[in-house]
């Protein structure tokens, strides 16, 4: 039989089929639907393995009930089996699930948080993680919104998936540095109370969509409380679907932003090249590098006598990238709508090109 509460390879709309469940037993069978409906995922439910050709094979995952385990046995081999039981298991379910070839043994309801999680991932198709690039300013004007936002159109114009995070509630909103105020798509304040997981490719879609990548930032509403747990599943949401994804932080590391920095793989602090800002960056450094292991230092001019960048960086004891260069005419550019790193030719996209080339090399990563 198969389950009338179950969806076909491929679902209704051509999306990628979700788990199969071969059990017999109605209380696990309920208890599987639920946990595919939390992952997002449509499952196809049997009472063994099915008779149409490819199924067992082409399914994301297979879950094995208990009471199934003596019909699977000649199933063809593969990845992603899992025999699933309820309570505490039997003497014998390590012999059951080497018989059947199942990767993991899972008791409800232990598991089940677990098993959402890979419900979801392997539904997702879930690959490498998005590299993750987060900005933060040294002191109040720096210019790390403004890098924040050059580093994801640039990213964005090669192809890559991106995807771009506004941090900062009291930051103003970077859908107004991108010309896209008015464009529709949720904000912060839509997942500000988010908890457990959050499916990246919903999320993906749900987001305005300018200057080629997905923006999430805030609105001009009161402000939101972000919770740590929203921050926390939105991000790893972000980061399942690949690409790049650039986080702009605020100087003050609350408990939201611990979690972001938690994520965030490569740190880069703007630092304008004053004595008094390199001052209040080394506190923001000091702060930000008990949470994040790879902080590295952008220097912004012009230059006050006596400074440069690399003694700017060995002040601060960090790797230095590079001068942030000055280009003229951006503010000029950003009132008429034209987001920063938007001119191809001009210095501010040139550093962000040359900063993902190096990145991306030293990560591994490729175009979406």
Known sequence: MTSDRSQGPGGPDGRRAGPLIVTEDMELLDDLLRLCAAAGA??????????RKGSWEAAPLVLVGDDAAARCRGASR?????????????PDVWRRAVEIGADSVLR???????????????????????????????????????????LAVTAARTGRRTLLVDGDPLGGGLDILLGGEQTAGRRWPDFAASKGR?????????????????LLSWDRGDGTELRPGAMRSVLAAARRRGGVVVVDLPRRVDDAVAEALAQVDVGLLVVPAELRAVAAAGRVAATVGTLLHDLRAVVRGPYTAGLDDQWIADALRLPLVG??????????????????GARVRGPLAAFCAAFWERALADDGSVPA
């Open 42 to 51: 449509e499952p196809e439910a049997h009472h063994t393995v099915p008779e």
């Open 78 to 90: 593969r990845r992603g089996v899992m025999l699933v039981g309820r309570g505490q298991p039997g």
């Open 108 to 150: 409800l309801p232990d598991a089940e948080n677990w098993l959402v999680d890979r419900i979801a991932d392997a539904v997702e198709e879930v690959g490498e993680p998005a590299l993750t690039v987060g900005v933060v300013g040294g002191r109040g004007g720096a210019g790390a919104s403004t890098l924040a936002c050059a």
């Open 198 to 214: 959050v499916a990246g490719g919903a999320l993906e879609e749900s987001l305005p969509l300018l200057s080629g990548l997905r």
């Open 323 to 340: 001068e942030l260069p000055l280009e003229p005419g951006l503010l000029e550019a950003q009132e008429s709508g034209a987001p920063p």
